[in-house]
């Protein structure tokens, strides 16, 4: 299995960006998928996830400005970034459930590293202001 994380880049606030995570040797509409990322000098953290019935869901820092979702045809899983911020600025990685079509989650689970096998390379967004 193989994620393929791009889409990243230095934008002035305000601006979008809209990254995408491609997979190979797992069909994503089976897993969720999340995005986590990581500003320098600080943990990884959860920024959003989409589940297998495309339930979605979001860190409070992010909900309203990011928007997850998937295209099954691509094998792709999207974070459209909207209004970013300076504190944004992060590596971006996309990262697959363990799990195939688990049951009865919620967002401790979907937000919690641990729930994550496969792991992106990581897309470097810089948000000057």
Excluded: H
């Excluded at 994380?5 to 069909?27: E, I, N, P, Y």
């Excluded at 820092?61 to 045809?73: C, E, H, L, P, Y």
Aim: with cysteine; glycine share 10%; hydrophobic share 35%.
């Amino acid at each position: 299995v193989q994620l393929q994380a791009s889409g990243g880049g230095l934008v002035q606030a305000g601006d979008s960006l809209r990254l995408s995570c491609a997979a190979s040797g797992r069909t994503l509409a089976n897993y969720a998928t999340g995005w986590f990322r990581q500003a320098p000098g600080k943990e990884r953290e959860f920024a959003a996830a989409i589940t297998p019935g495309a339930s979605t869901y979001y860190s409070d820092s992010v909900k309203g400005r990011f928007t997850i979702s998937r295209d099954n045809a691509k094998n792709t899983v999207y974070l459209q970034m909207n209004s970013l911020q300076p504190e944004d600025t992060a590596v971006y990685y996309c990262a697959s459930d363990a799990t195939f079509r688990p049951t009865w989650k919620g967002a401790a689970y979907y937000s919690s590293m641990t729930t994550y096998d496969y792991w992106g390379q990581g897309t470097e967004v810089t948000v000057s202001s």
